[in-house]
């Protein structure tokens, strides 16, 4: 190609390494995208490396630090199962992008445009009549002893005959400069949003590098696939409801599920959104079942249906493989597309090209055995020191085997297992030979590396994005590029020598599109985690406020006796953390204040609100999610000071308690009053009344009337001010208790959240044909007339055995209503068993 050309090395006007590039030190017999053999820069290279030049390493280092602030602001992580560190590791980008001109990305992408139409004919051919089997040009252990191959799909036609709608390929360059692809990926190939992240991200930090080097934009291909996703729709072809069903938030891509759906304007919907009734997929929303039409997945094939595929799973839907017989749903890409992510299939494909398209293949494969041939058999052996070993069928993470990188005896062992069971094994030759630049600390560094191009399926034929995902190497000498394993990604910039043009996902400005002031409907699931996500908000501020309140009187150096106040304030902290005596502020204290990620403590319920907020990325904003990512790292990062441990620790507190009030805030004032927000809002009320009832039968039941405990009480409570301007400083129990449980002007009040909660009810979907489906309005009629009724002066009479017996009957009779009111909430919108035939034909009629 022509980047690594003879004839671009004798130009004249060719830059030789220098600046940035000069200390750039490439491998020995590894040729680089960056520096031609002569030691000069390629040209496609030299404006944007004079632009590297003329910033300095300041600068840099400042566009490196506003990239991954960047990252960490905007959540962008990936999923590392068994990190000590926790789950989320944060998204590894280098800041310099791989360059390949325009006119080399046309012909591969050509050459992958062939090779997608290659794969779907074939896989239309396996799925069917598998003449390809028959007539010799596939081994029939390929199909037959394929756990890829879904015998159940077997016979089902999709829509419009199309089984590949996404589809990616692993791509190395060669010494000679050709491209060749390493591996297919056809089942849910992964990455597509982590490229157009990574776009953003450096877009952003080159803003004016971007647009000086020609880029070319990513938009045309997602439009391409949105359009191609909305054709497969059998019914309601002008509008079809389309969603992206992901595993969940503990499967390592779930960011990027995350990400796309925003991206694409479709719902994010797991397996236990969805159910089949009838022969039709539904999701599971607040109004009632929707149909769905079309599924875009990242859900492998077999986990799809438990019912006919693999019956352990929990990640798909019950049915959903007899609705895609029926045709009443689209399933991109087809399920059964994962056979053809094997190994063994590339040695065949020139000769399937041939076959199927009448044509010779444009882009070839690394070159590759399958060694239940026996002459592939026979040179694989004699070679193998030479060669890469991999499964010839779909693997689930498993990594290929560099012979040069074992001992002589583990080649004989290897040998041995290849010989006992040939077909299971294909071999390659090492093909990442190639580097490219990539920033480590203030120094370019070359990586080995691997570019993932995508494709989608547009009219009979594939379109090619203009970019793709770049993963390199954790180090020089390593050839893996597993994120798992320390490796890191890279934009790819496909550079033109002309002005690209400005391409947006976002209708023609000629056509104005309808008016809307609907949020879309909200499923039972994402109702549910928002619920929770407001309860645990709440619980958390509340705990810290708790903590505040109580650390403050046990630091107090004014001489006051706060002994009996710090002993009930510890008795309404944390289940499994009372003691008695007080124990001693010391560091062992704060860290058990503080707790630890997976247990109990301040650091478990704000790991419960970081958990709850991953999950329900596409659904809060950025600066909300800024918000709650702050505070989930200001205090795992936090440490406790042996010597002086209590010097920071108020400190943390206060940070932490304005930040939850913030982003209480931005809730209020940035959410649409849809359902959404009702649900996110219902969870904080039911949350407060529980905390109330509890903090006060804990604290002023117990006891007599304490001034200093009630003035805690307030404080913890966050009524000081509005108690004093009735009252001034004299502190009685019945008029504390009547602000914070009777008092329906108080926001921080039990009566204020209950009205709150009336008007959410009220505004709720419901059946009003079953009025036995209102329980949760019965259950909060209870809740408010006990407290309206109650009379504050009388029931906070003290009496000599049991101070305040009447308020602790109340309490008792509000918690029990409280957890009857969110139990019932539960029943009525987060769980579907119940349906109705009217439902049903409610909801086909509204789509």
């Known amino acids: 190609m022509d980047s690594f050309t003879p004839s671009e090395i004798s130009k004249p006007d060719r830059m030789l390494g220098r600046g940035i590039a000069e200390k750039y030190a490439l491998q020995p017999a590894c040729p680089d995208e960056m520096i031609a053999p002569d030691g000069s820069l390629r040209l496609y290279w030299q404006s944007f490396t004079s632009m590297l030049d003329e910033l300095g390493p300041r600068e840099l280092g400042k566009r490196w630090e506003q990239a991954r602030r960047f990252i960490h602001d905007n959540g962008v992580s990936h999923n590392v199962y068994g990190d000590p560190d926790g789950l989320d590791r944060p998204w590894s980008l280098d800041l310099i992008p791989l360059l390949i001109p325009s006119a080399q990305w046309d012909r591969l992408a050509e050459g992958l445009a062939q090779r997608a139409l290659l794969l779907d004919r074939l896989l239309d051919d396996l799925y069917g009549p598998a003449e390809t089997v028959i007539s010799g040009l596939l081994p029939p252990e390929l199909l037959w002893a394929n756990s890829g191959f879904l015998r159940p799909c077997h016979g089902s036609l999709p829509p419009r005959s199309r089984w590949l709608h996404l589809y990616a390929a692993d791509i190395v360059r060669l010494p000679d400069g050709e491209f060749q692809v390493l591996s297919d990926r056809t089942q849910a190939p992964s990455g597509a949003g982590y490229s157009l992240e990574n776009r953003i991200v450096l877009s952003r930090t080159w803003s004016s590098e971007f647009r000086q080097c020609n880029v070319e934009r990513l938009a045309s291909f997602f439009s391409s696939l949105r359009n191609t996703l909305a054709s497969l729709a059998a019914f309601n072809q002008e509008n079809p409801r389309i969603v992206l069903l992901t595993p969940g938030p503990y499967n390592e891509t779930y960011f990027e599920h995350s990400y796309l759906a925003r991206y694409l304007g479709y719902p994010l919907v797991q397996g236990n959104d969805l159910t089949v009734r009838d022969a039709t997929v539904y999701v599971k929303t607040l109004e009632g079942l929707r149909r769905v039409d079309v599924i875009l997945r990242r859900v492998d094939d077999d986990f799809c249906d438990p019912l006919e595929l693999l019956s352990g799973s929990y990640l798909g839907v019950p049915g959903l493989l007899e609705c895609v017989r029926l045709g009443k749903v689209a399933v991109a890409n087809a399920l059964g597309t994962g056979i053809l992510q094997a190994a063994g299939f590339l040695p065949f494909l020139p000769a399937l090209c041939r076959q199927l398209l009448g044509e010779e293949l444009k882009l070839a494969s690394v070159?590759?055995?399958?060694?239940?041939?026996?002459?592939?058999?026979?040179?694989?052996?004699?070679?193998?020191?030479?060669?890469?070993?991999?499964?010839?069928?779909?693997?689930?993470?498993?990594?290929?085997?560099?012979?040069?990188?074992?001992?002589?005896?583990?080649?004989?062992?290897?040998?041995?297992?290849?010989?006992?069971?040939?077909?299971?094994?294909?071999?390659?030759?090492?093909?990442?030979?190639?580097?490219?630049?990539?920033?480590?600390?203030?120094?370019?560094?070359?990586?080995?590396?691997?570019?993932?191009?995508?494709?989608?399926?547009?009219?009979?034929?594939?379109?090619?994005?203009?970019?793709?995902?770049?993963?390199?190497?954790?180090?020089?000498?390593?050839?893996?590029?597993?994120?798992?394993?320390?490796?890191?990604?890279?934009?790819?910039?496909?550079?033109s020598d002309q002005p690209v043009n400005y391409v947006t996902l976002l209708p023609p400005a000629n056509q104005p599109m309808a008016l809307s002031r609907g949020g879309g409907d909200l499923t039972s699931r994402i109702a549910d985690d928002l619920y929770w996500l407001g309860r645990y908000t709440e619980r958390a501020e509340s705990q810290l406020r708790l903590s505040r309140c109580t650390l403050v009187r046990m630091t107090d150096q004014s001489g006051v006796d706060n002994a009996r106040t710090i002993e009930l304030l510890f008795s309404a902290w944390l289940p499994g953390f009372i003691s008695t005596p007080v124990p001693e502020l010391n560091g062992e204290f704060?860290?058990?204040?503080?707790?630890?990620?997976?247990?109990?403590?301040?650091?478990?319920?704000?790991?419960?609100?970081?958990?709850?907020?991953?999950?329900?990325?596409?659904?809060?904003?950025?600066?909300?999610?800024?918000?709650?990512?702050?505070?989930?790292?200001?205090?795992?990062?936090?440490?406790?000071?042996?010597?002086?441990?209590?010097?920071?620790?108020?400190?943390?507190?206060?940070?932490?308690?304005?930040?939850?009030?913030?982003?209480?805030?931005?809730?209020?004032?940035?959410?649409?009053?849809?359902?959404?927000?009702?649900?996110?809002?219902?969870?904080?009320?039911?949350?407060?009344?529980?905390?109330?009832?509890?903090?006060?039968?804990?604290?002023?039941?117990?006891?007599?009337?304490?001034?200093?405990?009630?003035?805690?009480?307030?404080?913890?409570?966050?009524?000081?001010?509005?108690?004093r301007r009735r009252y001034l400083t004299h502190l009685e129990a019945h008029a504390v208790a009547d602000l914070l449980l009777a008092d329906d002007s108080n926001p921080r009040g039990i009566a204020f959240q209950l009205v709150q909660l009336e008007q959410h009810l009220c505004a709720l979907p419901r059946e009003s044909t079953q009025p036995d489906r209102n329980r949760d309005q019965r259950a909060l009629l209870k809740l408010r007339m006990s407290i309206q009724l109650a009379d504050m002066t009388e029931i906070c009479q003290a009496a000599p055995d049991q101070p305040h017996k009447a308020l602790d009957a109340l309490l008792a009779d509000v918690l029990d209503q409280t957890a009857r009111l969110s139990d019932a909430i539960a029943r009525l919108y987060f769980s579907h068993a119940e349906f109705s035939r009217e439902l049903g034909e409610m909801s086909q009629e509204s789509t």
């Open 367 to 495: 070159e590759s055995w399958w060694c239940g041939h026996p002459d592939s058999l026979k040179y694989v052996l004699d070679h193998l020191a030479d060669l890469v070993i991999k499964s010839a069928y779909p693997t689930r993470g498993e990594d290929p085997v560099f012979a040069q990188d074992l001992t002589r005896e583990q080649n004989e062992e290897l040998g041995k297992r290849i010989r006992q069971n040939p077909e299971q094994y294909v071999a390659q030759r090492r093909a990442m030979t190639c580097t490219t630049p990539s920033l480590i600390a203030d120094d370019l560094e070359p990586r080995h590396f691997v570019v993932r191009a995508y494709l989608a399926a547009q009219g009979d034929s594939y379109i090619a994005m203009r970019g793709g995902l770049t993963r390199i190497t954790p180090s020089p000498d390593s050839l893996v590029v597993s994120l798992q394993r320390g490796g890191g990604s890279k934009d790819t910039w496909v550079v």
């Open 590 to 723: 704060v860290a058990g204040l503080l707790g630890d990620a997976a247990g109990g403590g301040l650091r478990g319920l704000i790991a419960s609100v970081h958990g709850f907020a991953r999950v329900l990325r596409d659904r809060i904003s950025t600066d909300a999610w800024r918000i709650l990512q702050e505070i989930y790292t200001a205090i795992m990062d936090f440490s406790v000071d042996p010597h002086n441990p209590t010097s920071r620790i108020l400190e943390l507190l206060d940070r932490l308690v304005v930040s939850f009030a913030a982003f209480a805030g931005l809730a209020g004032d940035s959410m649409t009053r849809g359902q959404a927000w009702r649900f996110l809002d219902i969870g904080r009320r039911i949350e407060r009344v529980d905390f109330i009832a509890r903090f006060v039968r804990a604290t002023i039941v117990p006891a007599d009337t304490d001034p200093a405990l009630l003035e805690a009480v307030l404080e913890a409570l966050d009524s000081t001010l509005t108690y």
